[in-house]
């Protein structure tokens, strides 16, 4: 879901011969919705010689802020985009100023600059100089920027401005966004001449479509008519309707909103009334609970003796925001395959709100040790595989694939679940640090010194045993305690030795995926899914059992040096023993 803003701006030359005031504002293309929109207003200052550079020197600053912003890469924090972008900016303005006064010159060109970001639930503000960034919420008015300037009449009175100094220094400041909110960008031409009562009552005006057109009109026409002598510029932005969360607006909502405590079945949450606990693993707790509407939802908290721990609230935050980007990247169908996570709209506590799926987990299924059919076993084996693939081409890695982690609903819908330790380039450091996942499923490379790093690859592994165990009833290499690498040291059985029924095509295929070296395994999840759609019309070819020099290096040279012993024993008792 993307921004619903109203814009509206209105700038005038007053009684002066020219308008040094400029102003822009830039809505992302669809592919750089994540980075948000942009607004910017600067007033321009020239020196006091004719054909001073003030309008260049606002008209530059605005519009290299506004079209420079969307090149960023949107891992970046917003703080850091401008602070490249205005600084890279007041350099090339402070040489231009230096040069114009090497050559004698007195034209020189300054400008305040006050720009906004609103990206996801948030908005990220820049400021220097005395043009203003106002928010309206509720019908209370707060003035989010403070003047760097002196209560002096000239524009010598300025004491920060882009192209003043060499450095500059930018206040930064960030906050809540909420639908409804109205933010105000002015130029000194407005807020010095319409004071208290007078500016609230006009930042409230307009009302319908072009409110936003008609506030900015009103903050003008009656700076003007109030006498004003300088350039009027208003920038009015209504915030009609917020974009998706990001990353930031879940972390910042994780690290400032309390954890709600332990709820019993008939507690009330937000609205939601609690119906089940579900599970408690002393890190979170889940919940079951029905909406006011009847519909069933889950709901996962932090456990009060960890809701104190920053990294376990940004885990968790990471762990929502992904969910929810995930249903935005891949769209409703091929979303189909994960548990969506609902955005939350100013909850009391902080929490993750799921759909509820009524199924079983596979877990839950190899309880009942019950075999699955052989098209049971290839239908899930297709649906989990592409929704793996699904997951990687979304840059996210799981670490946790296992039969606890896989369900299948009532609707016959197989679903990954859990997203808590998964990578995507934005988790927090100590989740990435993380040695996550459940050790018969992890993979033999991240048990080496030093370990490797997990990747999909891990994942595809993780399947592979999964798939492996729920068909044949055993891990393909035994119970795996932590660092316990021994148990890689054979190779594991074809399922038809256990059952059978099963196809020896389908022995290719998960002997591949559960390959000890990983350079005989499946590539992709694609590569999974290919091979088992062509069944048997297309087999692979039967795997080779692995030397045991790879299997097993210091075994080898065990039963070398064994055998050398041997040698030279035999050879001894010859010398010393029977006749020559």
């Known amino acids: 879901m993307s921004f619903d803003i109203a814009i509206g701006l209105n700038s005038a030359r007053g009684p002066r011969a020219g308008n040094e005031d400029f102003a822009a504002v830039l809505q992302p293309t669809a592919q750089d919705e994540a980075l948000g929109w942009i607004a910017a207003l600067a007033d321009g200052v020239s020196g006091p010689e004719p054909g001073g550079g003030g309008r260049m020197a606002a008209q530059t600053t605005v519009m290299s802020l506004v079209q420079d912003y969307f090149a960023a890469s949107p891992a970046w924090d917003t703080t850091v985009v401008l602070d490249r972008l205005i600084r890279a900016q007041n350099s090339w303005l402070a040489d231009h100023n230096r040069r114009a006064s090497n050559s004698g010159s007195d034209r020189s060109a300054l400008t305040t600059l006050s720009a906004l970001v609103l990206r996801g639930h948030s908005y990220t503000l820049a400021h220097v100089g005395d043009s203003r960034i106002w928010l309206l919420r509720a019908g209370s008015l707060t003035q989010l920027t403070q003047d760097h300037a002196l209560d002096q009449a000239d524009f010598s009175r300025l004491t920060r401005a882009i192209g003043l100094d060499d450095v500059v220094r930018v206040d930064y400041a960030q906050g809540e966004l909420r639908a409804g909110d109205r933010l105000i960008l002015t130029s000194d031409g407005v807020h010095g001449v319409l004071r208290g009562k007078r500016f609230l009552a006009l930042a409230r005006a307009g009302e319908g479509p072009s409110e936003a057109q008609e506030c900015a009109d009103a903050l003008v026409q009656a700076a003007l008519a109030a006498g004003g002598n300088d350039n009027a510029t208003a920038l009015v932005l209504q915030v009609r309707g917020l974009a998706a969360g990001q990353y930031a607006d879940g972390l910042n909502a994780g690290q400032r909103l309390p954890a709600p405590g332990k709820l019993r079945p008939g507690d009330r949450l937000d609205g939601m009334t609690i119906t089940a606990l579900i599970a408690d693993n002393g890190v979170h707790r889940l919940y079951q609970a029905r909406l006011a509407n009847g519909v069933l939802v889950a709901i996962k908290a932090m456990h009060e003796a960890r809701a104190s721990d920053p990294q376990e609230r940004a885990m968790l935050a990471h762990e929502g925001w992904l969910g929810q980007r995930l249903g935005e990247k891949l769209g409703a169908a091929e979303a189909a395959g994960f548990v969506r996570v609902h955005e939350l709209r100013e909850p009391s506590a902080f929490y993750l709100l799921f759909d509820w799926h009524h199924g079983h987990t596979l877990e839950q299924l190899m309880r009942d040790k019950a075999r699955p059919e052989l098209s049971q076993f290839l239908q899930a084996a297709t649906a989990l595989t592409q929704a793996l693939g699904r997951l990687h081409r979304a840059a996210v890695v799981h670490r946790d694939i296992k039969p606890g982690n896989l369900h299948l609903g009532d609707d016959g819908q197989w679903r990954i679940l859990d997203l808590g330790v998964a990578l995507s380039g934005r988790e927090p450091e100590a989740l990435r640090d993380l040695h996550a996942g459940t050790p018969s499923y992890i993979n033999p490379e991240q048990w080496a010194e030093p370990p490797a790093p997990a990747d999909a690859g891990s994942d595809l592994f993780a399947l592979g045993v999964t798939l492996y165990q729920w068909l044949t009833g055993h891990l393909p290499y035994g ?102």
């Open 479 to 580: 119970e795996i305690e932590p660092y316990q690498s021994a148990r890689y040291r054979r190779d594991p059985l074809p399922p038809s030795r256990q059952l059978p029924q099963v196809p020896i095509w389908l022995d290719h295929v998960l002997l591949k995926a559960v390959s000890r070296d990983a350079k005989l395994r499946f590539e992709t999840a694609e590569e999974l899914l290919l091979a088992l759609e062509r069944g048997a019309s297309r087999p692979l070819p039967a795997p080779g059992s692995t030397p045991l020099a790879r299997r097993n290096p210091l075994a080898l040279w065990q039963l070398g040096l064994a055998v050398s012993l041997l040698f030279n024993a035999l050879l001894i008792f010859w010398l010393l023993f029977l006749p020559r």
